[in-house]
């Protein structure tokens, strides 16, 4: 089955504790981004990846860091978490530059 | 930046009554997509349309895309239960590694 698959689902952590957040696609996209809701907000994308070893920030990138050392894997990294970065997480996956968008089942995050 | 705004940000109706959400740009948009979340859920790809006066149908929605190319609506006739959920439209920017804006999203609930 086609999918994007984040992990964990669930956290709740403590202000400093690093953590990662994983992200896999199993449909050979090139493109994977990393996008954060919030209510009021909507979807804003905080880190993408055109391709291997190719990323970039994108509107929110502060306090986040990524990786693409492999075509179907592009985690998140949170080096030093702040309550500002609670939130619900979505990682989402798609060939080439244009088309549709798909999204993993989402990682939500609390930072006390 | 480019932005796109949606209203309204919620909608109640009742279940058999008609619901539309509307996108609007200042700027003319190369594209609009539109996502559908359900409670809890993640986003959904519904549709994308890239004309000029576009309209698309799927069963009880319907799509437009505006003669300016500056605004886009999505329209549900007869609403059900099943409709619940989150709307969002989106503009992907091709200038900018593909990136995919999002509206605030409109959400409805159905009252049966």
């Known amino acids: 089955e086609a999918q994007v698959t984040q992990n964990p689902r669930y956290l709740i952590t403590v202000t400093g504790k690093k953590l990662t957040v994983t992200c896999s696609q199993n449909?050979?996209?090139?493109?994977m981004s990393w996008y954060r809701q919030d209510p009021g907000l909507g979807l804003r994308q905080i880190y993408y990846s055109m391709n291997v070893e190719v990323t970039d920030k994108g509107d929110v990138p502060e306090g986040y860091k990524v990786s693409r050392k492999e075509k179907r894997n592009f985690p998140l990294i949170l080096e030093s978490p702040s309550p500002n970065q609670t939130s619900l997480y979505f990682c989402?996956?798609?060939?080439?530059?244009?088309?549709?968008?798909?999204f993993g089942e989402g990682s939500r995050l609390t930072v006390l | 930046g480019q932005q796109v705004m949606q209203i309204p940000q919620y909608q109640h109706v009742q279940e058999g009554e008609d619901f539309t959400t509307y996108c609007n740009s200042s700027?003319?948009?190369?594209?609009i997509q539109w996502y559908k979340q359900r409670p809890g859920g993640h986003p959904v790809f519904l549709i994308q349309?890239?004309?000029?006066?576009e309209v698309k149908k799927q069963k009880r929605l319907t799509f437009q895309f505006g003669e300016a190319k500056k605004n886009s609506s999505l329209h549900i006739t007869a609403t059900q239960t099943t409709d619940v959920g989150t709307y969002f439209c989106a503009t992907l920017i091709y200038n900018q590694g593909g990136k995919l804006i999002f509206g605030q999203g409109t959400e409805l609930s159905v009252k049966p």
């Open positions: 700027t003319t948009l190369s594209n």
């Open positions: 449909m050979n996209h090139e493109y």
């Open positions: 349309l890239v004309k000029s006066g």
């Open positions: 989402a996956s798609r060939t080439g530059a244009g088309g549709e968008l798909f």
